[in-house]
């Protein structure tokens, strides 16, 4: 019997509701996180995008980033899209003043990298583990992966334009990173293999 995994969206600021609808399509339980004892009840998380800087400090106003940083530690899985992908950077480039993340992944991260000028933009990407048809991925005012450590698994770059190369999807063991914002597109492949990892670390632990 495959049960489905309680997977949270981390709900103090950005866009939520998409990743809730994303996950449910991908056979999750999906919840919003906004609570110490929330970030206790989840299988895997999400964060979401939004505004990193602000996410950061209402982490630390809601008593999240310790918990988090704990349960990131022991190894709960976790998918960091755009500003979530910031969070889960051991090192940042480019972070406003006294700006910190949750850390986990051996990344560095520049935030905004596709220059202030590049507010959004979308391109096909071929992402081997997700199979078959390229990936729509939109990027808005998006970070990238500058470097990564040797742990670190390199899903997709971008292929066109003054950007080529730049990683743009991650993996170290369960934690997943995009630079780019799957739960807009309807294509719900990422979700599906982030449940997939979620589904595998609960089989691991029992
Ligand atoms: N530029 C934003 C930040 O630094 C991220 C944008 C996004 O999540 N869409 O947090």
Redesign the pocket.
Known sequence: MSTSPTIGVLAVQ?DVREHLVALERSGADAVTVRRPREVEAVDGLVLP?????TIDKLLRAFDLQGPLRERIAAGLPVYG????M?LLADRLADGAAGQQTLGGMDILVR??AFGRQVDSFEEDLHIRELGGEPVRAVF????WVEEAGEAVEVLARVEHGPAAGRIVAARQGNLLVTSF?PEVTGDHRVHRLFADIVRHSLRERS
Do not use: L, V
């Open positions: 950005g995008g939004g505004e990193s800087t899209s755009c500003a979530g910031i935030r905004n808005i005012r998006a970070p914002h």
